[in-house]
């Protein structure tokens, strides 16, 4: 299996690869890591540089471009593309402004608030920023206070993995997106 | 503690002390029977976490955090469940006859007045008069725990660590970066007076929140509980400034500056005991009070932000998408 990453801490992309080899090891299943960046615009240029990757390790939290705008960039080139978010978000932090009641008020406002992550998202596909708007995903989930975990599924992520990183839950993972196609969060 | 003061003022025995916090541990409902009575988790996850508790030796939440079962709201009900079921120490003694009520009431009051830096205490009692308007003083006994805020309950696990990861750890909290994080505080009070909000400012307070990020991150992977509770806390406060940025005022990012300057003094007052030790124990051990206060400041600030009810308002940032 074929793999690229992106994180910006090394230390965090060093235990990751460590993880991933002793996951594939023990899965008895042989492993390439093809490349590391540390942000999402390199991370999609490392994607088109590689060639064939079957599964792309995005942190969600990088300068310069964060992992979101990276996956909307990776998937608009390569829509069939397994991509899985990774962060230290505490899941909680961006929401607890507002409290979850799953009302449809609620769900018809998360609605508009993607509709207006959309706007962001054409933008990044384009290559055009616009001076004065928002123009990476995740500054538009932290403006509107939206889970990006939501935000990454919507935009076609196979699954989210909160760190630290944990050898069930790296493997877990890897049978899953072998397996199956439905997104999966381990938190 | 509570217990240990009146052991220390000799109003009770060792021995009915300790037969006091084995009746209430008996009588607190440990954490496997919450997580199934209160169906947090499926029989399937339930399982998958004893087994992985069977075969490595871990206690029942380990396995639930190592397997990714263990969230937020699972934790916060748990504490909550535990707060409300848990007998206090001082009514047990009471009801076994080792403490008169009077003499409780008395401690009681004389505890929390003669520990100021217990300010998770005082906010319990706010003042003499909470305790003289109490007629039933079995109420303010039984008042302890079920009030205590989330930074009384927070009990960090020691671990040690060392070599490169501990190493990387260490370099993060370079002097440089303190120094840096510093400069970014006083930049955004500088920035942000007169009622201006500048874009700048919230470039630096991104800039901010990305640093305690990274530092959070790191702290987790070496299991620094300490350090990285303390920036969690400190993150879910900027998340406010962050998301609300516009409507804060100057005594509001006073109040921030204030805050994570002291902030930026534990984390990396916490980074000589974790070099020497590899833990963070050795700190806890000498500092606890004190970080326990700064970490309900914190969350008072907080609490103060988001009682404001500001809304996000999808209309107003329309123009910005």
Redesign the interface.
């Known amino acids: 299996m074929k793999i690229i990453l992106g994180d910006?801490?090394s230390?965090?992309r060093w235990?990751l690869v460590s993880m991933l080899k002793e996951s594939f090891r023990e899965l008895g299943q042989p492993l390439e890591i093809l490349g590391e960046a540390d942000n999402g615009a390199k991370l999609f240029e490392l994607r088109e540089k590689v060639g064939n990757v079957d599964i792309v390790f995005s942190d969600i939290?990088m300068?310069e471009m964060d992992g979101l705008s990276g996956l909307v960039k990776i998937k608009h080139r390569f829509p069939s593309q397994k991509v899985v978010m990774v962060s230290?978000?505490?899941?909680?932090?961006?929401e607890?402004?507002?409290s979850k009641n799953g009302s449809d008020a609620q769900n018809e406002?998360l609605a508009?608030?993607i509709t207006?992550?959309d706007?962001?998202a054409q933008r990044i596909k384009a290559g055009t920023p616009v001076p004065?708007?928002?123009n990476l995903i995740l500054?538009?989930c932290?403006?509107?206070?939206v889970n990006p975990i939501d935000i990454a599924k919507h935009f076609g992520a196979s699954g989210y993995?909160?760190?630290?990183y944990?050898p069930?839950?790296v493997k877990?993972m890897i049978k899953h997106l072998s397996t199956s196609s439905s997104f999966l969060a381990?938190? | 503690m509570f217990g240990e003061y009146l052991i220390e003022k000799k109003l009770v025995r060792p021995k009915e002390l300790v037969r006091a916090v084995v009746m209430q541990h008996k009588k607190t409902p440990g954490l496997l029977e919450i997580v199934y009575a209160k169906k947090l988790l499926d029989e399937p996850h339930l399982l998958q976490a004893l087994a992985?508790q069977a075969r490595n030796g871990t206690d029942f939440k380990q396995s639930c955090v190592?397997?990714?079962f263990w969230?937020?709201?699972i934790e916060e009900t748990v504490h909550l469940e535990i707060n409300t079921h848990r007998v206090p120490v001082g009514q047990i003694l009471v009801k076994n006859g080792d403490l008169s009520m009077e003499t409780a009431a008395s401690a009681l009051s004389d505890y929390f007045r003669s520990s100021p830096e217990k300010n998770y205490a005082s906010i319990l009692l706010r003042s003499d008069q909470t305790l003289e308007k109490k007629t039933d003083v079995s109420a303010v006994i039984r008042e302890e725990p079920r009030e205590l805020p989330e930074e009384a309950v927070f009990e960090p696990n020691f671990h040690r660590v060392d070599g490169q990861?501990l190493q990387?750890y260490l370099d993060l909290l370079c002097e440089d970066k303190k120094n840096e994080l510093e400069k970014i505080l006083v930049d955004i009070e500088t920035g942000s007076k007169g009622g201006v909000r500048e874009a700048s400012t919230e470039t630096l307070l991104?800039a901010l929140f990305?640093d305690l990020?990274?530092i959070?991150?790191?702290a987790?992977?070496i299991?620094a509980e300490v350090s990285e509770h303390l920036v969690?806390v400190c993150?879910?406060y900027l998340?406010?400034y962050?998301?609300?940025f516009e409507k804060m005022e100057d005594k509001d990012f006073e109040s921030l500056t204030s805050l994570f300057l002291n902030a930026l003094d534990f984390v990396w007052d916490i980074r000589k005991p974790l070099m020497e030790n590899g833990s963070e124990e050795v700190y806890w051990q000498q500092h606890e009070a004190g970080c326990r206060s700064f970490l309900v400041s914190l969350r008072t600030a907080q609490k103060e932000i988001?009682d404001r009810n500001?809304e996000?308002n999808?209309a107003d940032?329309?123009?910005?998408?």
């Open positions: 910006d801490s230390m965090h235990t939290r300068p230290s978000e505490d899941l909680a932090t961006m607890r402004a507002h406002e508009k608030k207006m992550i706007g962001v004065g708007k928002v500054d538009g932290e403006k509107l206070v993995l909160r760190k630290p944990d069930v839950k877990t381990l938190v | 992985y190592a397997l990714g969230t937020d709201a990861l990387d991104k990305r990020h990274t959070k991150g790191t987790r992977f299991r969690h993150e879910d998340s406010l962050i998301c609300f988001r500001y996000v999808l940032l329309e123009h910005l998408f």
